[in-house]
């Protein structure tokens, strides 16, 4: 990266006034400086000192710091962005490029690839560097965030005209303007261009065209004006006067001034020379330096060169022609109309004639309704001040009033700005710098100071000047006053002159307008004005209105879509160009370029503001990449921003940056953040030389007076003029989230699309130091600073690399510092040899001597400033040796000491040494032995391979020991060396034979297999791995130690181990001889051991050595066997005692391989039997007895698994019948409370089911355990809780406690007034109370029929004002509404109370506790039982006094309410109680028409369950069982027919019990019921106003499931599926909805007098008699019975109509009283009642399941008849 020139000043050609821009501020200037808004006006005598450039006021140092400033942050969701939707796609490759450019390589790395970027650009290196530049698309995992705070970030810009940065059309206005102000000084004034063939003449073509073919002259001898002619387009009727026309054209305008320009040229060439300290050639001064940070006068000129030339050109548009300026030759031109054009070079040829030419536009074209000089309007977005939009972007062409041309500041401008400012200093010092090294002391805190002016200003030399006087008033050669004579002030630049000191000098002040030589010549310069401040929200805005208004008319109409065409990169790209080489118009952009992120921060995360973002030390990312351990850069002691340091960019649409290469020739990386595309062109780095040339053959001039020109990036040739030069130049799209990798050398250029930002930053691979030096020659050339010392980088990475110097490093560091070596010892040499042309000796430059020389000397080796070590004259870093003028303070390099005139001292003096001293950094020793380090470590390669080559030469066979210390050697030099391989190869081949030799050589057994894995399972353990057996024996032969042997000599090489094996071969060949003799003679056992440990020793089979193994182990064997008999063995130890000497080969007639035989084959029949024992569904256990005493008598082998197993079920068995016989004694123990608890039974046999057969007595025991089980069933009953697994019945007990404790609390609940609860103010009929303590129980208030606290929703009755809980009534939240009115079912009767489960009579809970004396067991339930019977009669003795009927009075209305809402919120029924209250509550407060019904039961309103084939018709969504698939039709079959027969069963059950319902009122205590008690039930129904027609909330609030007479009739098959005709709730609402027509009130109808009504329509369909029927009479009752008993439907309706006991009093009417049944008969029909009733739930849980299962499988207790049929259901229930 090259920083982009920029113009830090509005005046000069850069000063703009036109009618299009605005003067005001930038949003984010404006945001932290209310502007001061000066206007300046500006006269040739004085002018205003306030710096105004087009953008508005900007001052040079902000009183707000950047870092203070805030803007709206920047929406990243509306950019495109890598990963988001926003992100745009990859096009392939564009073929309409302009100018046919080929496109760059693209390349996608692999996640592997992406590991480490300089390897990867190392792969792609040889391919992608013939292009100059290439594409990276990172893999889609890498998308690092954005890290910069966008609401903080604030940038300045530079303004870029388009056409002004082309270098052909910028000489073309350069030279108009000076030729417009040499005219008007002569006092010929050039308003219009002069007219040929009705046609403005270009002037400067024409001057081109005269100097291609030899000058003036040369064409008029030769007559070549005609040919001159057509080239600039008059090729249409060629006249006569053409060529005249011309001449004198040239004559008249051109002459004259070109007469000038050799005269004043020298002068002004010299001046410059002055100025910069040196030649013009090769370069004339260092790069761009920073803008003046004064306000000097040429910054507040409102006029300038461009502008003077702008009015001329303009004035020959618009004004008619002078007699004077006519073209008299071709009087036959028809004047000049006036017409508005937008300004510019725009109307050239407005005379209507065509040219040929095509690289010249005519701009005699009918006017458009495109104006040229259109300007998209201002937008405001909401801010106070207006939108970056209104800075100068869009505008004509600069000739009119409103262009300029962009150049230099002025000299003294640039004098006074490093006079006035501290903070430029550095920069103006070493200007060709690119960016100081960041300071930590120095850090720029203003958007934009780091920007690079176009031109840096070396230090001039100006004469002296008193500090008394203004700049105006001291002439600029001597530096004198007007006492002098006068002093001539030039309009243009404001530098004074005296007139004698002017060449050619001047004789007279001049009256009017002036503009001195420099002005008149040109020099050149040009640069980039400073454009606004912003943040990136509001630069997005200026770029989006800019985008969208110069492209709004532009773009034509697409049918298609209806609408104009988008704009695609192919119109932006060639509207980039067109705009670029366009005279005729001129468009101005604003670029963010070059923006430090050491101030601004960095778009990737760091470890300083984001350590534990992963990608802040990511290697892609920008801030770490150019200090990779593999880049040069890391040697770089300081951070150089835009080097090591990151720029980034912010740019908008056709913003640009012109063709550069990198500084030092480095790599460069560039990654867009986000935003639009950004098109590259790329020159490889073998046309470098040929673009160059075509470069100045394009515009000589501007090379002329600056031949650094290309260092300044101001300046365009578009690839269509290179490709016809030869230069090869290559394109490619970077879009958001990709990267551009440049290469050294290679010329680069592009533009934008639209708003984006970018990053970038140099890298510096190993292969790039070749081209850093030639970058840094070329800087020395054209004496500009480089960016860092070359030398001190070679030099650091030698010396003071911290991890030790490398051998790659050494490789490129190593030919490097050869040559910076050889260089810096010739020029020593070649200084030295200066030094002595005196004579003198001897000198300390070359011996060491303590005689005095006349130069000083001095070895520094200590870091010093830049500014202490760099070259005056070149600028280069004199790193290793440096020469200072002590008089004048200067630092020259060697090359350049003593030659260059540093001070007014001689040459000769100054190379003897007068007034000077040499530095040296390092001594010539110094030097060399750096070099010679490095040069050894680069050469340790090479030296190892010559270690390697003398080896094998020294002799056949090479010592191990050798080999394998080279080997090491090699290994631990990190670096491929091509012999390494081969030597590893032949050592570890080598090491092999050695390893396999050991084997043989050790000594030592353990030892030897311990190293060696093939002996860790033991020599003779690996029985059942043949293969490994095979080659453990592969292994021990006896001829593999001849072999290696051999393979020793073959191999070539010589080790101790082949002796050693040797030795050993002999040894083997001894023991051979021995062991023949032992087998012959056979000595002691003990001899034997000896002589095989001996053998083993040796590590190989032999056949002598197992045949003494063989004998040995016989041996041994038989001692073992013998010594085992009489003991107990198991199964195992015996079979293998017999393998073992099956494998030993003992013989069969062996006395103890028959022994041990007979005894395997005995324990293998025990086995057999005893499994066959344990595996039987009924076991016998004397036979397991008389088994377990055969293995302890006998000895017998068996398994210890199947003894064990034995003895474990002979001592369960044991065990369970002895807890059977102890829990059996105790049932029967005549104090109940003695008899063991019903858990432990279950607990047996629970065990006992796990046995195989059950112990004696178990049968007795189940059947006890189900005659209890049959009293808890029956408690389940009571409770509603039939269909519940038997451990329910305990925790609902519990419930039923708890809730009884609260609801029979006579205690603390007394009657008293209706309260409110506690989150509601005191009802208003209520009385005050004193405020209750929540502590006490006694005075915490309860509500609701559950006497509970308040909790959740709670509802107030609207007549007792009694508040209730929502949960308790099943009442929602969301169905209350505020004015709605409640009755409560303790006011109204005919409300239904919600109930989970059915609530038992107290009698009857008395009668089943009376029941357990008799049961076997003790009950769990008993205590709890007791609780609630005796709080129960607590109650019912307490409220006995309120309910006689003889005493009570409407006075105890409200006391008789209080007790029945206690006694409906409790668990159980007090039915006399609860009769009684309701009647007596109906007679003094009736609500309903009809008194209550008398209840005697309490159910469950809950919805039953629905039966296995109810869920399975849902299942398959069909109503009839005939439908269902064929293959569940059995089982739909096989359920029905149980439902049928459950039906039947339900009905013989009610048929045999007896009894009528208890519907009297009759006290518990009371002999018979009182006349009082039934009330008249004549009451009126209470009709109020605030009452609703029905006594509900709403028609849901009270809607309660159907009540059914019992669980088993309401589980039917189908039941929940069809709905009963005749049932009237069974829609769950309200009975008042389904009232007749005729009913006579609001209030239900469902009581027994009116029930015959509702049912004449279907006895009549049943029976023709039916109407016959009186259902009052008990004749026309039971006729009426037998009717409904024929259908399900029917003994439905008669349950509802007649009560639940219907069918019991009609058995009593028709069989008699049940004391006329027999006992067994009674028993029989509970039995089967309750069987039938367990039947019809079939779809219980599963322990529900068991538990009847267990109890269909009891021996019958109560009806021993009916269990063949239950076993039989059961087995149809498994089905």
Same mark, same amino acid.
């Given at each position: 990266m090259v920083s982009t020139p920029s113009a830090g000043h509005s005046g000069g050609v850069g000063g703009i006034s036109s009618a299009n821009v605005s003067s005001r501020a930038s949003p984010a200037v404006g945001s932290a400086n209310p502007a001061n808004h000066t206007s300046s006006s500006a006269t040739n005598g004085s002018k205003s000192k306030t710096q105004v450039n087009s953008n508005g006021y900007h001052p040079t140092n902000p009183h707000i710091p950047l870092s203070s400033l805030r803007s709206a942050p920047l929406d990243l969701t509306s950019v495109e962005r890598r990963g988001q939707p926003t992100a745009s796609r990859e096009p392939p490759k564009r073929d309409n490029r302009p100018f046919d450019i080929p496109e760059a390589p693209t390349y996608v790395p692999t996640e592997d690839d992406w590991k480490d970027p300089l390897e990867y650009i190392r792969k792609i290196v040889p391919e992608a560097q013939h292009y100059g530049m290439c594409k990276i698309i990172p893999p889609k995992s890498w998308n690092p965030d954005f890290a910069i705070d966008t609401e903080k970030f604030h940038f300045r810009t530079r303004k870029q005209e388009l056409n002004s940065v082309e270098g052909k059309t910028r000489m073309t206005i350069s030279y108009l303007d000076a030729l417009s102000k040499f005219h008007k000084q002569q006092g010929n004034n050039l308003n219009r261009l002069p007219y040929v063939d009705k046609k403005p003449l270009d002037l400067y073509r024409l001057k081109k065209a005269v100097e291609s073919r030899g000058g003036f002259e040369k064409v008029c001898k030769t007559k070549k004006w005609a040919e001159i002619g057509r080239d600039l387009g008059y090729s249409g009727k060629i006249m006569s006067s053409l060529s005249t026309s011309l001449k004198n054209s040239y004559d008249r305008w051109l002459t004259p001034y070109e007469n000038y320009l050799r005269q004043a040229k020298p002068s002004v060439f010299q001046q410059l020379e002055h100025e910069y300290g040196g030649p013009l050639t090769p370069s004339p001064a260092p790069s761009p330096i920073k803008r003046s940070t004064v306000n000097t006068p040429s910054s507040l000129r409102a006029e300038s060169p461009a502008r003077h030339a702008s009015d001329v050109l303009q004035q020959s548009l618009n004004s008619p022609k002078h007699e004077i300026d006519r073209d008299t030759i071709m009087?036959?031109?028809? &004047?000049?109309?006036?017409?508005?054009? %937008?300004?510019?070079?725009? +109307?050239? /040829?407005?005379?209507? @004639?065509? #040219?040929?030419?095509?690289?010249?536009?005519?701009?005699?074209?009918?006017?458009?309704?495109?104006?040229?000089?259109?300007? &998209?309007?201002?937008?405001?977005?909401? %801010?106070?001040?207006?939108? +970056?939009? /209104?800075?100068?972007? @869009?505008? #004509?062409?600069?000739?009119?009033?409103?262009?300029?041309?962009?150049?230099?500041?002025?000299?003294?401008?640039?004098?006074?700005?490093?006079?006035?400012?501290?903070?430029?200093?550095?920069?103006?010092?070493?200007?060709?710098?690119?960016?100081?090294?960041?300071?930590?002391?120095n850090v720029p805190t203003v958007a934009g100071s780091h920007m690079s002016v176009f031109r840096p200003s070396a230090p001039r030399i100006p004469a002296p000047r008193e500090e008394s006087t203004g700049p105006s008033e001291k002439c600029e050669v001597c530096g004198k006053g007007d006492e002098s004579g006068f002093i001539a002030l030039c309009e243009s630049c404001d530098h004074a002159y005296h007139g004698t000191c002017l060449d050619p000098p001047i004789k007279s002040k001049p009256d009017a307008e002036?503009?001195?030589?420099?002005?008149?010549?040109?020099?050149?310069?040009?640069?980039?004005?400073?454009?606004?401040?912003?943040?990136?929200?509001?630069?997005?805005?200026?770029?989006?209105?800019?985008?969208?208004?110069?492209?709004?008319?532009?773009?034509?109409?697409?049918?298609?879509?209806?609408?104009?065409?988008?704009?695609?990169?192919?119109?932006?790209?060639?509207?980039?160009?067109?705009?670029?080489?366009?005279?005729?118009?001129?468009?101005?952009?604003?670029?963010?370029?070059?923006?430090?992120?050491?101030?601004h921060g960095s778009g990737f995360p760091t470890p300083e503001r984001n350590p534990s973002d992963p990608y802040s030390t990511d290697l892609w990312n920008l801030t770490n990449l150019p200090l990779h351990p593999d880049s040069l850069f890391r040697h770089i002691k300081t951070d150089i921003s835009g080097m090591t340091v990151p720029w980034v960019y912010v740019g908008m649409i056709f913003s640009t940056f012109c063709w550069h290469n990198e500084d030092h020739f480095a790599y460069s990386v560039n990654y867009q953040h986000f935003g639009a595309t950004k098109t590259w062109y790329g020159i490889p780095a073998e046309d470098t030389e040929k673009f160059e040339n075509a470069m100045r053959d394009a515009v000589p001039e501007l090379f002329e007076t600056q031949p650094d020109l290309l260092f300044q990036l101001v300046t365009l040739l578009t690839p269509e003029q290179l490709k016809k030069a030869g230069v090869r130049v290559y394109a490619l799209d970077q879009r958001a989230g990709q990267l551009v990798i440049t290469f050294p050398q290679a010329y680069h250029a592009g533009f934008n699309h639209g708003f984006n930002f970018n990053e970038a930053v140099n890298?510096?691979?190993?292969?790039?130091?070749?081209?850093?030096?030639?970058?840094?020659?070329r800087l020395q050339q054209f004496r500009r600073q480089p960016c860092f010392s070359h030398d001190e980088l070679l030099w650091t990475a030698a010396e003071g690399t911290s991890s030790g110097l490398t051998i790659q490093t050494a490789k490129w560091l190593a030919p490097a510092l050869a040559r910076i070596h050889k260089r810096e010892i010739e020029q020593r040499d070649e200084f030295i040899a200066k030094h002595q042309e005196d004579g003198h000796s001897p000198c300390t430059l070359i011996t060491e001597s303590d005689e005095h020389c006349s130069l000083p000397f001095e070895v520094f080796d200590s870091d010093v400033p830049e500014e202490e070590y760099q070259c005056a004259y070149c600028k280069c870093y004199a790193y290793l040796s440096r020469f200072k003028c002590l008089q004048s303070g200067k630092i020259l390099c060697l090359q350049h000491a003593g030659h260059h005139a540093c001070c007014d001292i001689s040459e000769p003096e100054r190379f003897a040494g007068e007034q000077h001293k040499l530095y040296y950094r390092k001594t010539n020793e110094e030097m060399h032995e750096t070099y010679r380090k490095v040069a050894d470590k680069a050469n340790l390669p090479e030296a190892w391979e010559e270690k390697y080559e003398k080896l094998l030469d020294e002799g056949d066979r090479p010592a191990l020991k050798s080999l394998r210390n080279l080997l090491n050697e090699g290994e631990r030099i990190p670096y491929d060396l091509p012999s390494l391989p081969v030597l590893r190869e032949f050592v570890d081949r080598c090491n092999e034979w050695v390893e396999e030799a050991t084997n043989y050589t050790v000594r030592k057994q353990q030892n030897r297999r311990k190293n060696d894995k093939v002996w860790q399972s033991g020599l003779r353990k690996s029985v059942g791995n043949s293969s490994h057996?095979?080659?453990?024996?592969?292994?021990?032969?006896?001829?593999?130690?001849?072999?290696?042997?051999?393979?020793?000599?073959?191999?070539?090489?010589?080790?101790?181990?082949?002796?050693?094996?040797?030795?050993?071969?002999?040894?083997?060949?001894?023991?051979?001889?021995?062991?023949?003799?032992?087998?012959?003679?056979?000595f002691g056992e003990e001899s034997i051991e000896e002589l095989i440990e001996e053998g083993r020793a040796f590590n190989v089979d032999m056949p002598e050595l197992d045949k003494l193994s063989d004998i040995l182990e016989q041996t041994k064997w038989s001692t073992k066997a013998k010594a085992s008999r009489g003991m107990f063995l198991a199964l195992r130890d015996v079979k293998e005692l017999l393998e073992e000497g099956h494998r030993l080969e003992m013989p069969l007639y062996n006395d103890n391989m028959r022994y041990f035989g007979d005894k395997y084959q005995a324990g293998l029949q025990w086995e057999a039997k005893a499994k066959e024992l344990i595996n039987a569904e009924i076991v016998h256990y004397p036979q397991l007895e008389a088994l377990s005493n055969q293995v302890s008598v006998n000895h017998l082998p068996v398994t210890t698994e199947t003894l064990a197993a034995v003895d474990q079920i002979l001592h369960k068995q044991r065990e369970a019948h002895r807890q059977i016989i102890d829990v059996t004694e105790r049932s029967k123990d005549p104090d109940y409370k003695k008899r063991p608890k019903y858990a432990e039974v279950v607990e047996i046999i629970k065990k006992i089911e796990d046995l195989n057969s059950k112990p004696t007595g178990t049968l007795d025991l189940e059947k006890e355990q189900r005659r209890h089980e049959d009293w808890m069933r029956k408690g389940k009953k009571l409770f509603g809780k039939t269909n519940a697994p038997l451990h329910i019945l305990k925790s609902h007990m519990d419930y039923v406690l708890e809730r009884n404790l609260a609801c029979f609390d006579i205690r603390n609940d007394t009657p008293r007034l209706p309260a409110e609860p506690a989150s509601r103010a005191a009802s208003e009929e209520g009385e005050t109370k004193a405020p209750r303590s929540w502590d006490d129980a006694a005075l915490v208030e309860v509500f609701c029929i559950c006497r509970r606290i308040e909790a959740g929703m709670m509802i107030e009755c609207e007549l007792c004002h009694e508040w209730y809980h929502g949960k308790c009534l099943k009442i929602a939240r969301g169905k209350v509404k505020e004015d709605d009115k409640y009755t409560c079912p303790i006011c109204d009767w005919r409300v239904k109370i919600p109930r989970d489960a059915a609530r038992p009579k107290l009698e009857d809970l008395v009668a089943w506790q009376e029941e357990i004396p008799g049961l076997p067991f003790q009950p769990e339930e008993e205590e709890v039982l007791k609780k609630i019977i005796d709080n129960a009669q607590d109650f019912r003795n307490h409220i006995a006094a309120f309910c006689n009927p003889v005493l009570t009075t409407a006075s105890e209305a409200d006391t008789q309410r209080f007790y029945l809402r206690k006694i409906e919120g409790a668990e159980i029924l007090l039915s006399f109680e609860t009769n009684f209250f309701r009647q007596e509550l109906h007679k003094w407060s009736p609500v309903a028409p009809e008194p209550p019904p008398i209840l005697d039961v309490s159910k469950s309103t809950r919805k039953p369950r629905p039966t296995k084939l109810q869920k399975m018709l849902t299942q398959y969504g069909v109503d009839d069982p005939d439908d269902l698939p064929e293959n569940m039709k059995s089982k739909a079959n096989s359920l029905k027919r149980k439902a049928q027969n459950a039906e039947a069963a339900a009905a013989a059950a009610a048929a045999s019990s007896g009894g009528g319902g208890s519907g009297s009122l009759i006290p518990p205590n009371a002999t018979s019921p009182s006349s009082h008690s039934f009330g008249s039930g004549s009451h009126h129904f209470f009709s109020r106003n605030s009452q609703p027609p029905t006594p509900a909330l709403t028609a849901t609030a009270?809607?309660?499931?159907?009540?059914?007479?019992n669980s088993a009739s309401s589980s039917r098959p189908g039941s929940s599926l069809r709905r009963d005709p005749m049932d009237l709730n069974a829609t769950g609402l309200h009975p008042d909805f389904f009232m007749s027509a005729g009913s006579n009130g609001p209030g239900p109808r469902l009581s027994a007098p009116d029930a015959p009504l509702l049912l004449d329509e279907r006895l009549a369909r049943e029976k023709d008699d039916a109407l016959s029927l009186n259902l009052h009479t008990d004749a026309g009752k039971a006729q009426a019975l037998e009717i409904m008993r024929e259908t399900e439907h029917g003994r439905k309706r008669a349950e509802e109509i007649f009560g639940p006991d219907v069918w019991n009093q009609s058995r009593d009417g028709a069989f008699g009283s049940r004391s006329n049944i027999g006992p067994s008969q009674q028993e029989d029909d509970k039995d089967v009642d309750k069987m039938f009733l367990d039947l019809t739930n079939a779809d219980d849980d599963d322990e529900a399941k068991k538990e009847r299962q267990r109890e269909r499988e009891r021996v019958g207790v109560t009806a021993d008849s009916f269990e063949a049929e239950r076993n039989a259901m059961d087995m149809e229930d498994s089905d």
């Amino acid at each position: 990266m090259v920083s982009t020139p920029s113009a830090g000043h509005s005046g000069g050609v850069g000063g703009i006034s036109s009618a299009n821009v605005s003067s005001r501020a930038s949003p984010a200037v404006g945001s932290a400086n209310p502007a001061n808004h000066t206007s300046s006006s500006a006269t040739n005598g004085s002018k205003s000192k306030t710096q105004v450039n087009s953008n508005g006021y900007h001052p040079t140092n902000p009183h707000i710091p950047l870092s203070s400033l805030r803007s709206a942050p920047l929406d990243l969701t509306s950019v495109e962005r890598r990963g988001q939707p926003t992100a745009s796609r990859e096009p392939p490759k564009r073929d309409n490029r302009p100018f046919d450019i080929p496109e760059a390589p693209t390349y996608v790395p692999t996640e592997d690839d992406w590991k480490d970027p300089l390897e990867y650009i190392r792969k792609i290196v040889p391919e992608a560097q013939h292009y100059g530049m290439c594409k990276i698309i990172p893999p889609k995992s890498w998308n690092p965030d954005f890290a910069i705070d966008t609401e903080k970030f604030h940038f300045r810009t530079r303004k870029q005209e388009l056409n002004s940065v082309e270098g052909k059309t910028r000489m073309t206005i350069s030279y108009l303007d000076a030729l417009s102000k040499f005219h008007k000084q002569q006092g010929n004034n050039l308003n219009r261009l002069p007219y040929v063939d009705k046609k403005p003449l270009d002037l400067y073509r024409l001057k081109k065209a005269v100097e291609s073919r030899g000058g003036f002259e040369k064409v008029c001898k030769t007559k070549k004006w005609a040919e001159i002619g057509r080239d600039l387009g008059y090729s249409g009727k060629i006249m006569s006067s053409l060529s005249t026309s011309l001449k004198n054209s040239y004559d008249r305008w051109l002459t004259p001034y070109e007469n000038y320009l050799r005269q004043a040229k020298p002068s002004v060439f010299q001046q410059l020379e002055h100025e910069y300290g040196g030649p013009l050639t090769p370069s004339p001064a260092p790069s761009p330096i920073k803008r003046s940070t004064v306000n000097t006068p040429s910054s507040l000129r409102a006029e300038s060169p461009a502008r003077h030339a702008s009015d001329v050109l303009q004035q020959s548009l618009n004004s008619p022609k002078h007699e004077i300026d006519r073209d008299t030759i071709m009087a036959d031109a028809p &004047p000049v109309t006036s017409q508005p054009t %937008s300004g510019g070079f725009t +109307a050239i /040829n407005s005379g209507g @004639f065509t #040219p040929v030419n095509g690289g010249f536009t005519s701009v005699n074209r009918p006017p458009t309704d495109l104006k040229k000089g259109f300007t &998209p309007p201002p937008k405001h977005h909401g %801010s106070p001040l207006l939108s +970056a939009k /209104n800075t100068p972007d @869009f505008r #004509p062409s600069g000739l009119g009033p409103g262009n300029a041309l962009k150049r230099q500041l002025s000299s003294d401008s640039l004098d006074s700005a490093k006079k006035e400012s501290g903070t430029d200093k550095d920069d103006s010092e070493g200007g060709s710098r690119r960016s100081k090294r960041l300071k930590k002391e120095n850090v720029p805190t203003v958007a934009g100071s780091h920007m690079s002016v176009f031109r840096p200003s070396a230090p001039r030399i100006p004469a002296p000047r008193e500090e008394s006087t203004g700049p105006s008033e001291k002439c600029e050669v001597c530096g004198k006053g007007d006492e002098s004579g006068f002093i001539a002030l030039c309009e243009s630049c404001d530098h004074a002159y005296h007139g004698t000191c002017l060449d050619p000098p001047i004789k007279s002040k001049p009256d009017a307008e002036w503009n001195c030589h420099r002005c008149l010549v040109g020099d050149g310069q040009f640069g980039f004005e400073e454009g606004g401040l912003y943040s990136l929200k509001q630069f997005q805005e200026k770029a989006a209105d800019f985008k969208q208004g110069y492209f709004e008319n532009r773009m034509p109409f697409d049918p298609v879509l209806n609408c104009t065409r988008p704009v695609t990169e192919d119109d932006v790209e060639k509207e980039f160009w067109r705009l670029v080489t366009s005279t005729e118009e001129t468009v101005e952009v604003e670029y963010g370029a070059d923006i430090h992120c050491t101030t601004h921060g960095s778009g990737f995360p760091t470890p300083e503001r984001n350590p534990s973002d992963p990608y802040s030390t990511d290697l892609w990312n920008l801030t770490n990449l150019p200090l990779h351990p593999d880049s040069l850069f890391r040697h770089i002691k300081t951070d150089i921003s835009g080097m090591t340091v990151p720029w980034v960019y912010v740019g908008m649409i056709f913003s640009t940056f012109c063709w550069h290469n990198e500084d030092h020739f480095a790599y460069s990386v560039n990654y867009q953040h986000f935003g639009a595309t950004k098109t590259w062109y790329g020159i490889p780095a073998e046309d470098t030389e040929k673009f160059e040339n075509a470069m100045r053959d394009a515009v000589p001039e501007l090379f002329e007076t600056q031949p650094d020109l290309l260092f300044q990036l101001v300046t365009l040739l578009t690839p269509e003029q290179l490709k016809k030069a030869g230069v090869r130049v290559y394109a490619l799209d970077q879009r958001a989230g990709q990267l551009v990798i440049t290469f050294p050398q290679a010329y680069h250029a592009g533009f934008n699309h639209g708003f984006n930002f970018n990053e970038a930053v140099n890298f510096a691979p190993s292969d790039w130091e070749p081209h850093g030096l030639a970058g840094v020659e070329r800087l020395q050339q054209f004496r500009r600073q480089p960016c860092f010392s070359h030398d001190e980088l070679l030099w650091t990475a030698a010396e003071g690399t911290s991890s030790g110097l490398t051998i790659q490093t050494a490789k490129w560091l190593a030919p490097a510092l050869a040559r910076i070596h050889k260089r810096e010892i010739e020029q020593r040499d070649e200084f030295i040899a200066k030094h002595q042309e005196d004579g003198h000796s001897p000198c300390t430059l070359i011996t060491e001597s303590d005689e005095h020389c006349s130069l000083p000397f001095e070895v520094f080796d200590s870091d010093v400033p830049e500014e202490e070590y760099q070259c005056a004259y070149c600028k280069c870093y004199a790193y290793l040796s440096r020469f200072k003028c002590l008089q004048s303070g200067k630092i020259l390099c060697l090359q350049h000491a003593g030659h260059h005139a540093c001070c007014d001292i001689s040459e000769p003096e100054r190379f003897a040494g007068e007034q000077h001293k040499l530095y040296y950094r390092k001594t010539n020793e110094e030097m060399h032995e750096t070099y010679r380090k490095v040069a050894d470590k680069a050469n340790l390669p090479e030296a190892w391979e010559e270690k390697y080559e003398k080896l094998l030469d020294e002799g056949d066979r090479p010592a191990l020991k050798s080999l394998r210390n080279l080997l090491n050697e090699g290994e631990r030099i990190p670096y491929d060396l091509p012999s390494l391989p081969v030597l590893r190869e032949f050592v570890d081949r080598c090491n092999e034979w050695v390893e396999e030799a050991t084997n043989y050589t050790v000594r030592k057994q353990q030892n030897r297999r311990k190293n060696d894995k093939v002996w860790q399972s033991g020599l003779r353990k690996s029985v059942g791995n043949s293969s490994h057996e095979q080659r453990e024996r592969e292994l021990r032969r006896v001829d593999n130690i001849y072999r290696l042997i051999d393979d020793a000599e073959r191999i070539g090489f010589d080790c101790p181990e082949i002796q050693q094996l040797q030795e050993r071969a002999n040894a083997i060949k001894s023991f051979q001889e021995n062991a023949g003799k032992y087998l012959e003679h056979k000595f002691g056992e003990e001899s034997i051991e000896e002589l095989i440990e001996e053998g083993r020793a040796f590590n190989v089979d032999m056949p002598e050595l197992d045949k003494l193994s063989d004998i040995l182990e016989q041996t041994k064997w038989s001692t073992k066997a013998k010594a085992s008999r009489g003991m107990f063995l198991a199964l195992r130890d015996v079979k293998e005692l017999l393998e073992e000497g099956h494998r030993l080969e003992m013989p069969l007639y062996n006395d103890n391989m028959r022994y041990f035989g007979d005894k395997y084959q005995a324990g293998l029949q025990w086995e057999a039997k005893a499994k066959e024992l344990i595996n039987a569904e009924i076991v016998h256990y004397p036979q397991l007895e008389a088994l377990s005493n055969q293995v302890s008598v006998n000895h017998l082998p068996v398994t210890t698994e199947t003894l064990a197993a034995v003895d474990q079920i002979l001592h369960k068995q044991r065990e369970a019948h002895r807890q059977i016989i102890d829990v059996t004694e105790r049932s029967k123990d005549p104090d109940y409370k003695k008899r063991p608890k019903y858990a432990e039974v279950v607990e047996i046999i629970k065990k006992i089911e796990d046995l195989n057969s059950k112990p004696t007595g178990t049968l007795d025991l189940e059947k006890e355990q189900r005659r209890h089980e049959d009293w808890m069933r029956k408690g389940k009953k009571l409770f509603g809780k039939t269909n519940a697994p038997l451990h329910i019945l305990k925790s609902h007990m519990d419930y039923v406690l708890e809730r009884n404790l609260a609801c029979f609390d006579i205690r603390n609940d007394t009657p008293r007034l209706p309260a409110e609860p506690a989150s509601r103010a005191a009802s208003e009929e209520g009385e005050t109370k004193a405020p209750r303590s929540w502590d006490d129980a006694a005075l915490v208030e309860v509500f609701c029929i559950c006497r509970r606290i308040e909790a959740g929703m709670m509802i107030e009755c609207e007549l007792c004002h009694e508040w209730y809980h929502g949960k308790c009534l099943k009442i929602a939240r969301g169905k209350v509404k505020e004015d709605d009115k409640y009755t409560c079912p303790i006011c109204d009767w005919r409300v239904k109370i919600p109930r989970d489960a059915a609530r038992p009579k107290l009698e009857d809970l008395v009668a089943w506790q009376e029941e357990i004396p008799g049961l076997p067991f003790q009950p769990e339930e008993e205590e709890v039982l007791k609780k609630i019977i005796d709080n129960a009669q607590d109650f019912r003795n307490h409220i006995a006094a309120f309910c006689n009927p003889v005493l009570t009075t409407a006075s105890e209305a409200d006391t008789q309410r209080f007790y029945l809402r206690k006694i409906e919120g409790a668990e159980i029924l007090l039915s006399f109680e609860t009769n009684f209250f309701r009647q007596e509550l109906h007679k003094w407060s009736p609500v309903a028409p009809e008194p209550p019904p008398i209840l005697d039961v309490s159910k469950s309103t809950r919805k039953p369950r629905p039966t296995k084939l109810q869920k399975m018709l849902t299942q398959y969504g069909v109503d009839d069982p005939d439908d269902l698939p064929e293959n569940m039709k059995s089982k739909a079959n096989s359920l029905k027919r149980k439902a049928q027969n459950a039906e039947a069963a339900a009905a013989a059950a009610a048929a045999s019990s007896g009894g009528g319902g208890s519907g009297s009122l009759i006290p518990p205590n009371a002999t018979s019921p009182s006349s009082h008690s039934f009330g008249s039930g004549s009451h009126h129904f209470f009709s109020r106003n605030s009452q609703p027609p029905t006594p509900a909330l709403t028609a849901t609030a009270h809607a309660h499931p159907p009540q059914r007479s019992n669980s088993a009739s309401s589980s039917r098959p189908g039941s929940s599926l069809r709905r009963d005709p005749m049932d009237l709730n069974a829609t769950g609402l309200h009975p008042d909805f389904f009232m007749s027509a005729g009913s006579n009130g609001p209030g239900p109808r469902l009581s027994a007098p009116d029930a015959p009504l509702l049912l004449d329509e279907r006895l009549a369909r049943e029976k023709d008699d039916a109407l016959s029927l009186n259902l009052h009479t008990d004749a026309g009752k039971a006729q009426a019975l037998e009717i409904m008993r024929e259908t399900e439907h029917g003994r439905k309706r008669a349950e509802e109509i007649f009560g639940p006991d219907v069918w019991n009093q009609s058995r009593d009417g028709a069989f008699g009283s049940r004391s006329n049944i027999g006992p067994s008969q009674q028993e029989d029909d509970k039995d089967v009642d309750k069987m039938f009733l367990d039947l019809t739930n079939a779809d219980d849980d599963d322990e529900a399941k068991k538990e009847r299962q267990r109890e269909r499988e009891r021996v019958g207790v109560t009806a021993d008849s009916f269990e063949a049929e239950r076993n039989a259901m059961d087995m149809e229930d498994s089905d």
